[in-house]
């Protein structure tokens, strides 16, 4: 159905793409043909395509003008806080996009010759050093596109070490508060997921993993700090365990921008551990990607590596595609090399003393709203947090009905993107909260003064707090109707009932 | 902000961390840099490039094909709104991501000629592979027939990930002898053991137009399930579209389309499916819905197949995707529009053919297949080494195309050509010059 809507002053409701311009209209500046004309269907037959694609028909200014009015439709973070818990959505320095964007590094073709690469090559080459340096890691490959890519590409790393050892093994043991992504990527692999409960502090504690820990079980797979912001304190300890028998540790990076200079996993007994750049690294999100997720890996774990990998001979920069233990490639060419770009340019912008710092600043934010709130919101665990803090709508539902996803909604009315809601798993009506670094003290504390105030409102007005939105353009979108009778595409009205 | 959470310095807030868990010194990393100096590192590194979209001719496409971006398309996606903001969880305020994915939905849709489309994957290949396990997970079996057509970077991605896979089974089929997949060929192995899915590639790998529609049935036949990847979406302009031939997915790249090529990524992966099998697909769907007013607007939807609901018994694990990409190629699209494209289309051809032609009558130079091709074709080079011949002429600034030799040591004798829009009648000409100055020559 379509519904005609007064446009609020600067608020434009936009139609889809498709309902704009007029047949015939096109905003492309077009080459003039200076060969010879040839008609493709004449020399394809009955390969040729018949009709053209129904594309849009419209002016660069309509085309324009409609992209730049849906994007004021979005909440970012270059408009405000985004403190999604686990998602460190920190500000994305502009110097990074001038980077990417050199010709002499977006013009790359990835079959050059590469005795035209070396810059590129050497670029990639410390981003390795420096992810590794970071970690604690013999090398990384800089491949996958994202986390769970990364994921799938350190677990089958795993399983191509076990194969070599004679046995790939059956199971990964994995926190119940793991990212849904863990267990996915297990089962990806050819794995099964075997879940261990968290203990009543927030950790996971050695001998609940030793109840689960057997001959089949190829690794495991945790995330550290955990989903709740809490450091897993006996993890070195379980790692010691999962290695004698015979067992690999997996370390979830996504939450790295909480111990950059602190803790090297790789000094711990991890064995893998994948990095997001679009998290740590200040990479844009661009709405859902593109990110990167390079895999670092212990010694023992480099001949399996995905090739080629970059190497370095004298002052000269090499691919290396023999590697005959590799994996093979998980994806084609050799990484997001953009958003590698991006993340390099971070890296050295910061150094090792400003990475360290983050990481302080990320915490120290983190406790700051931790501590203002938790007379108000209950923390999920009585336990030091780092770089992210949990708290619990639980209570706040039992007094006044209203829920979590209510206070969410109700934050965009003050300008603010709401948490990561009900995740971890285990936290009832949880609000994952994760500042990052970038945020100064005057917003943590207009945040903070907003979750108060929603949280008297929901004890005094609750059928306000429930009705929200009510200052972004829209109100809550029916997720049931859309799931029940499911549009995925735009048609012509005039097919639709 | 210290005395408010009720501890004495920064560092105690680390006290959680056990003291053996610290790290064992400082981080050993270059002295940070200010934006200037930054700026000025990163031009030496570019500088000590040879970029393939200025300081050289290049005629590199093999899955990487560079096309024109319109200045309007960066202007659009360097909005903070859209680079800036994190997947679309929050439907009321991510309005501009989501009507913006439905969009491409619908032009994917459009191109490839099926019903439903995701809203991205990382690339070309890794879409290929999640279209695998796609049809796994519907036919129930493990073995896969695939075309050596496909970009051979596809085919190692498909094998890298049916690696953990115990059972699966991926059987090669070899082109014919004119460049097109082996029909009979393809026949026999498809008859050999149930199969869950063909995938062809079309134009394939060395630029030959697949006559697509034969290959489909005969999967159908077998009660495999058809898949077509598609590395160049401008072939689309020209050719019939995976879904009108049959095709039950069809996958593609986004590279060089919606994106300049960067060294091979990010790239977009384009994938698209049958109504009937979209509960099976992999990644995100967006979908039409009304506020609590009546209100048109977009949510995230069919969730249940995903990873952060079904856990391991999820389709996919994918959870970031290429959603900045998938923009590009919607704004790419929306510009060139109905009659662009085809314009567009009938260009890349038209100079492919002029090229073709010249080259293939060059004394010494062959073509390597005779079936039609559309912005790409194979040659075999005189003295048999394409390598050799491109690392001469990279001398005096041209690329002539992708030696093969790298892919396969079958392929040692052969140059792939990639001709669009980008060059010039003399760029053409220049190259034809250089090739010729070779000619003959062992």
Redesign the interface.
């Known amino acids: 159905m379509t519904q005609s809507c007064v446009t609020p002053g600067l608020l434009h409701y936009e139609p889809p793409i498709f309902e704009i311009g007029a047949p015939g209209r096109s905003g492309a500046s077009m080459p003039a043909l200076d060969v010879p004309e040839a008609d493709p269907a004449e020399v394809l037959g009955d390969l040729a395509r018949e009709e053209p694609p129904h594309l849009p028909e419209a002016s660069e200014v309509e085309v324009v003008r409609h992209f730049t009015r849906l994007s004021q439709w979005n909440h970012s973070i270059d408009l405000g806080m985004y403190p999604l818990g686990s998602c460190t959505m920190k500000y994305n320095p502009k110097v990074n996009e001038a980077a990417a964007r050199l010709p002499g590094l977006a013009g790359l073709h990835p079959y050059q010759p590469t005795d035209q690469l070396q810059g590129a090559l050497e670029l990639l080459w410390e981003l390795e050093r420096a992810l590794c340096e970071l970690s604690g890691f013999a090398r990384a490959t800089l491949q996958p596109a994202a986390g769970a890519h990364g994921e799938l590409t350190g677990l089958m790393l795993i399983r191509a070490y076990l194969t070599a050892q004679g046995n790939p093994r059956t199971k990964v043991i994995i926190p119940d508060t793991a990212h849904g992504t863990n267990p996915a990527s297990v089962a990806l692999n050819g794995y099964k997921p075997v879940p261990v409960k968290t203990g009543v502090d927030g950790v996971l504690l050695p001998a609940d993993v030793e109840a689960v820990l057997d001959e089949d079980v190829a690794a495991i797979m945790v995330t550290n700090p955990n989903t709740l912001g809490i450091y897993e304190t006996h993890l070195a300890q379980i790692a010691e365990k999962v290695h004698g028998a015979g067992g690999l540790v997996y370390m979830d990076g996504a939450n790295l921008n909480a111990i950059m200079g602190k803790v090297r996993p790789g000094e711990l007994g991890v064995d893998v551990m994948h990095f997001n750049l679009h998290k740590t690294f200040s990479t844009p999100h661009g709405g859902g990607g593109p990110g990167a997720g390079p895999v670092g890996v212990v010694e023992r774990l480099v001949p399996h590596l995905p090739r080629p990998t970059v190497e370095q001979d004298g002052d000269r920069f090499t691919l290396d595609f023999d590697r005959p233990e590799s994996i093979g490639r998980v994806r084609s060419f050799y990484g997001n090399f953009g958003v590698l770009v991006r993340a390099f340019t971070y890296i050295r912008e910061l150094g090792g003393e400003g990475l360290t710092q983050a990481t302080e600043m990320a915490v120290l934010n983190a406790n700051y709203i931790r501590a203002r709130l938790k007379e108000t919101f209950g923390p999920s665990h009585d336990v030091d947090t780092l770089h992210e803090t949990v708290f619990t709508g639980k209570p706040l539902k039992k007094e006044t009905g209203i829920v979590t996803m209510d206070v969410a909604k109700r934050l965009m009315d003050h300008g603010f993107h709401p948490p990561t809601v009900y995740f971890p798993l285990i936290v009832p009506e949880a609000l994952m909260i994760e500042p990052t670094e970038t945020e100064p003290p005057e917003e943590l504390d207009r945040f903070c003064d907003a979750m108060v105030h929603i949280h008297a409102e929901a004890h005094q007005s609750p059928e306000t707090v429930h009705a929200a939105p009510l200052q972004v353009g829209l109100r809550r979108l029916d997720e049931t109707r859309a799931a029940r009778k499911p549009r995925l595409r735009w048609t012509p009205p005039e097919e639709t009932e | 902000?210290?005395e408010?959470?009720?501890?004495g310095s920064?560092e105690d807030?680390?006290?959680?961390?056990?003291a053996?868990?610290?790290?064992?010194g400082?981080?050993?990393?270059?002295?940070?840099?200010s934006?200037h100096e930054?700026?000025t590192?990163?031009?030496?590194?570019?500088?000590?490039?040879?970029?393939?979209?200025?300081?050289?001719l290049?005629f590199?496409g093999?899955?990487?094909t560079?096309h024109?971006i319109?200045q309007?398309l960066?202007?659009?996606?360097?909005?903070?709104?859209?680079?800036?903001?994190?997947?679309?969880?929050?439907?009321?305020?991510?309005?501009?991501?989501l009507?913006?994915?439905?969009?491409y939905?619908?032009?994917v849709?459009?191109?490839l000629?099926l019903?439903?489309?995701n809203?991205?994957m990382?690339?070309?290949?890794?879409a290929a592979a999640e279209a695998l396990?796609m049809t796994r997970r519907i036919k129930r079996r493990d073995r896969f027939v695939v075309s050596e057509g496909l970009?051979p970077?596809?085919l190692?991605?498909c094998?890298?990930?049916l690696?953990?896979?115990?059972g699966a089974q991926l059987v090669r089929v070899p082109l014919g002898p004119d460049g097109r997949s082996d029909a009979s060929a393809v026949k026999a192995a498809l008859a050999e053991a149930p199969t869950a899915g063909l995938v062809v590639q079309s134009p394939n790998f060395f630029g030959v137009?697949?006559?697509?529609?034969p290959l489909a049935d005969l999967a159908h036949e077998a009660d495999a399930l058809a898949v077509a990847a598609v590395t160049d979406l401008v072939s689309?302009?020209?050719?019939?579209?995976p879904g009108?031939c049959g095709y039950d997915v069809a996958v593609g790249?986004g590279l060089g389309y919606a994106?300049?090529?960067?060294?091979?990524?990010?790239?977009l992966g384009i994938f698209a499916t049958r109504d009937a099998f979209?509960r099976q697909m992999p990644g995100?769907?967006?979908?039409?819905?009304?506020?609590?007013?009546?209100?048109?607007?977009?949510?995230m939807?069919?969730a249940t197949r995903?990873?952060?609901?079904?856990?391991?018994?999820?389709t996919?694990?994918?959870?970031?995707?290429?959603?900045?990409?998938a923009?590009c190629f919607?704004?790419q699209?929306?510009?060139?529009?109905?009659?662009?494209?085809?314009?567009?289309?009938?260009?890349n051809?038209?100079?492919a053919?002029?090229a073709r032609q010249a080259i293939g009558a060059l004394d010494g130079f062959a073509l390597r297949y005779d079936a039609?091709s559309?912005n790409e074709f194979a040659v075999r080079v005189p003295g048999g080494d394409a390598e050799a011949l491109?690392?001469d002429l990279?001398k005096d600034g041209i690329?002539p195309g992708?030696a093969l030799g790298?892919f396969d040591p079958r392929w040692k004798d052969t140059l792939l050509v990639s001709v669009t829009?980008l060059h010039?009648?003399e760029d053409?000409d220049r190259l034809v010059a250089a090739l010729a100055g070779r000619g003959g020559r062992s």
Do not use: W
């Open positions: 902000m210290l408010v959470i009720g501890v920064v807030l680390f006290g959680s961390i056990p053996a868990c610290r790290a064992k400082p981080l050993d990393l270059p002295a940070p840099l934006e930054l700026l590192l990163l031009r030496g590194l570019a500088g000590a490039n040879r970029s393939a979209a200025g300081d050289v290049a590199l093999a899955g990487a560079p024109i319109p309007a960066d202007d659009i996606i360097r909005r903070s709104e859209f680079l800036t903001a994190y997947t679309p969880y929050q439907a009321e305020i991510s309005q501009g991501t009507q913006a994915i439905f969009e939905q619908t032009v849709c459009e191109l000629g019903e439903v489309a809203a991205s990382y690339d070309g290949a890794s396990l970009h970077e596809y190692e991605t094998e890298t990930y690696s953990g896979l115990s137009a697949e006559d697509l529609a689309l302009s020209a050719l019939a579209p009108a790249e994106v300049p090529v960067s060294l091979g990524g990010p790239g979209k995100r769907l967006i979908g039409e819905t009304v506020d609590a007013d009546g209100v048109r607007g977009y949510v939807t069919l995903e990873q952060h609901i079904r856990r391991e018994k999820a996919s694990n994918i959870c970031t995707n290429h959603g900045l990409i923009l919607t704004i699209s929306a510009l060139l529009g109905r009659s662009g494209f085809a314009q567009l289309g009938r260009l051809f038209a100079k053919q002029y039609p559309f491109t690392a990279a690329l992708v790298r829009e010039r009648r053409i």
